[in-house]
């Protein structure tokens, strides 16, 4: 079996989603891929049938990144049992390359929960999701005691031993990957963050605002 699941969430990406996973599959030859049709009501499913050697999750109504990275999951952990676990979003900010580095980073053992963690110059990212987050990794690092430069990135590995112990995660929206990060927080994890290169183009972001802080928050103080 593989020893690395990659898992993606993805949303009206026609755009963008065959490139990432042919880049993906140049770098990951043997890794299991498995990629969660959120909804999507453009030709993401349609490009995604496309690939044979990959595993997909369609459903049939957009219910958020959280929830499709969850169902990710419990299928890679029914089917796959891997070693690690790879997250990377699937609108083409990331490189394939970048989440490579942070594999090889994982198996020289340099962390349990590894980070990509973005670059953060005004210009080359919307200057609202540098103060977000700025301020919300700001104030995950203190609760968990672990300093988080890039608390919203999308790129991560996980190793198998903490998934299998990890307390229930209940996010289905954005907040998601800072509930993640919170309840790692609470074990006995070695985080590591690598720097990675982050392209935005003019793609739609699904991200509300005020929706996404009210969520944080709510999750911030129960987790």
């Known amino acids: 079996m593989p020893d690395l699941a990659i898992i993606l969430p993805a949303y009206n990406v026609e755009n963008t989603i065959q490139n990432v996973l042919t880049q993906l599959r140049l770098y990951f030859q043997q890794a299991a891929i498995i990629v969660v049709n959120d909804g999507s009501t453009d030709r993401t499913g349609e490009i995604l049938r496309q690939f044979q050697d990959i595993h997909v999750i369609d459903h049939t109504e957009n219910l958020g990144k959280g929830a499709a990275l969850k169902q990710g999951i419990e299928l890679a952990r029914a089917k796959i049992r891997p070693k690690f676990y790879a997250f990377i979003d699937s609108d083409g ?63 991560r590995i996980v190793s198998a031993a903490i998934i299998e112990q990890l307390p229930p995660l209940y996010s289905n929206g954005y907040e998601f990957e800072s509930e993640f990060l919170l309840k790692a927080g609470r074990m006995p994890v070695r985080f590591f963050e690598l720097p990675i290169t982050t392209k935005y183009a003019d793609e739609q972001s699904h991200i509300r605002p005020l929706r996404d802080i009210y969520r944080f928050i709510r999750v911030f103080l129960s987790a």
């Open 93 to 155: 900010q990331h490189e394939a390359k970048d989440l490579f580095n942070l594999y090889q980073a994982a198996r020289l053992n340099q962390g349990d929960f590894l980070i990509g963690k973005r670059a953060f110059r005004f210009g080359s990212m919307p200057l609202a999701r540098i103060i977000s987050n700025r301020l919300t990794s700001w104030l995950i690092s203190r609760k968990i005691g672990n300093r988080i430069a890039d608390s919203q990135s999308g790129m």
